[in-house]
């Protein structure tokens, strides 16, 4: 891990760790899923061994999950080819794995009392990207491919309205989940590997009897319905429910001033699917979604870190390069090939994410003098080492519970899609 942080810089000054010191997470949910689920979560965290820390189980999860979905991508790389049933089997085990063990970490956190606000961070950060994969392996398995404007919408939509789910917690301060949200979003595409692997992929193609369309467009209505409420809810809270002075942000900046970076990576993907001359998109779709899905995660990253350390925003990052060069070379009529600079786009992304990710993650374990993967853990019958005891104590921040029984370290839920 220390190898892919940055060298001789600090990401996060010190008064934004002694702000995420201070940090208490606030969340507020009535979801309907959440308490049907809760004893199978109860269950599954009670078989957990005591010395396995919270985060480990958080990046199992998710590493589960992309490379079911990568698995999925190579046999349907733009969503037209139909996938081997058994993939999107896959698929559907990879996310409901992650979501379980996405919902067991707070619990394990607790259970452990290693509690902290680099737990909620490092969750997150995992939904940032899960969020990506999800929404393409759900595209994918519905063969979207043969309609790339409905496929850019789709996968777009997910990463923009779960960057809109950290805005408003910037605006407001507490993270809010509706009825419908994000594990409803979870098991409903969980739903549709399970069609595509027990009906097979080539469902989605058949004709809906008095509807005179494909099946596959009944759950894209659907999501476009959920879409629609979810923006509407995002917009209400950002432009009413200003917590800071003035109706202002946490960090007392404008609600509005988040839109910038979400615009910065939303914008030229559109610009430059739409003016490709080589039908960048089109023809590699999986490839343009998780280059810029790695952009908008790592622009996502950095509100939530703006938002537990109360601290202004940053507009610009270096993970728009990639976007920038795609753009500056269709302006010139692409004086380079167009797909060697989206593979440079995703490589780019992918190892700044990495490295960003790494360097604040080493910052606030050295600050609040704890381990990322690894809890003080003191085997049955043994006497606890006093050192141990007092690392132990030192980690336990931030551990304040949401309705729903939630810490510091309590799943994330804002994945739209």
């Not at 969750?123 to 063969?143: E, K, N, R």
């Not at 409905?150 to 809109?164: D, E, G, N, T, V």
């Not at 004709?207 to 509407?232: M, Q, T």
């Amino acid at each position: 891990m220390a190898l892919l942080a940055y060298r001789d810089k600090h990401i996060l000054s010190a008064q934004q760790l002694r702000k995420l010191s201070e940090h208490k997470y606030s969340c507020f949910s009535v979801s309907l899923l959440d308490p049907l689920l809760q004893p199978w979560w109860n269950w599954l965290v009670a078989q957990t061994p005591l010395w396995l820390a919270p985060n480990l189980i958080t990046i199992v999860g998710l590493i589960l999950n992309v490379v079911t979905t990568l698995i999925l991508i190579c046999y349907s790389p733009n969503g037209v080819e139909a996938p081997p049933r058994w993939t999107c089997l896959l698929c559907a085990l990879g996310l409901f794995i992650y979501q379980s063990l996405d919902s067991i970490d707070g619990k394990q956190a607790r259970r452990t009392n290693t509690s902290s606000p680099l737990g909620e961070l490092f969750d997150h950060g995992c939904d940032s990207i899960s969020t990506v994969f999800v929404a393409l392996s759900a595209c994918i398995s519905c063969q979207l491919g043969h309609y790339p404007n409905w496929l850019f919408f789709q996968c777009f939509c997910a990463i923009a309205l779960f960057y809109c789910a950290h805005w408003q917690t910037y605006v407001s301060g507490t993270m809010r989940f509706g009825r419908i949200d994000v594990t409803e979003a979870q098991f409903s595409i969980i739903a549709i590997h399970l069609v595509s692997a027990a009906l097979g992929p080539e469902i989605w193609l058949t004709k809906l009897p008095h509807f005179n369309c494909e099946s596959r467009f009944l759950p894209i209505y659907v999501a476009c319905g959920v879409d629609l409420i979810l923006a509407l809810r995002y917009t209400k809270c950002i432009l009413t429910e200003g917590c800071g002075k003035n109706g202002s942000s946490v960090a007392g900046t404008s609600v509005l001033s988040p839109s910038i970076p979400l615009t910065l990576v939303v914008l030229p993907a559109l610009m430059i699917a739409q003016k490709s001359p080589q039908n960048l998109f089109t023809e590699h779709a999986s490839v343009y979604i998780m280059a810029f899905g790695m952009v908008a995660a790592k622009v996502t990253n950095k509100l939530v870190i703006a938002h537990m350390t109360k601290a202004e925003m940053e507009y610009l990052d270096w993970s728009l390069l990639g976007p920038s060069l795609l753009f500056l070379n269709q302006y010139f009529n692409c004086i380079v090939p167009e797909i060697w600079l989206l593979w440079f786009t995703l490589i780019w992304g992918t190892q700044d994410l990495l490295r960003y990710c790494a360097q604040v993650c080493l910052e606030i374990c050295q600050h609040l003098r704890i381990d990322l993967f690894r809890i003080p853990y003191t085997p049955k019958g043994a006497t606890p080492h006093p050192a141990t005891a007092s690392v132990s104590s030192q980690s336990n921040f931030g551990s304040s519970a949401d309705k729903n029984g939630g810490s510091a370290h309590r799943k994330s839920k804002s994945k739209p899609h």
